[in-house]
Nanobody, 128 residues
Framework: QVQLVESGGGLVQVGDSLRLSCVASGRTFSSHAMAWFRQAPGKEREFVAAVDWSGGRTDYANSVKGRFTISRDNAKNAIYLQMNSLKTEDTAVYYC?????????????????????WGQGTQVTVSS
């Protein structure tokens, strides 16, 4: 099994940037598509971004496209989410997740239940 630990969350102002990290341990995750999801208070968990096994193919939710960038470094067993131009509506707990059955070479799943392992989450709060 793969264990994931997120970090990098915090309290920032509107327009600021944050970089989230997710480090994997245990079995290798380098062949898995990886994704970031988020959940705001009182709302359902939503897809944010995904990256294929190589880091060469990505996908984003429309709400973050052009502001967020997902990347991975398999040598460091890590994926990242660079978040720029943050808005109050980006406030949420952010989770990274891995899809054992999908490398992401052709498509990504944006439903959380299709992902097999998850981190514990990191809080991002954007204040106006």
């Amino acid at each position: 099994q793969v264990q994931l630990v997120e970090s990098g969350g915090g309290l920032v102002q509107v327009g600021d940037s944050l970089r989230l990290s997710c480090v994997a341990s245990g079995r290798t995750f380098s062949s898995h598509a990886m994704a970031w999801f988020r959940q705001a208070p009182g709302k359902e968990r939503e897809f944010v971004a995904a990256v294929d096994w190589s880091g060469g193919r990505t996908d984003y939710a429309n709400s973050v496209k052009g502001r967020f960038t997902i990347s991975r470094d398999n040598a460091k067993n890590a994926i990242y989410l660079q978040m720029n131009s943050l808005k109050t509506e980006d406030t949420a707990v952010y989770y990274c997740a891995g899809d054992i059955r999908n490398s992401g070479s052709y498509s990504f799943a944006d439903e959380g239940y299709k992902y097999d392992y998850w981190g514990q989450g990191t809080q991002v709060t954007v204040s106006s």
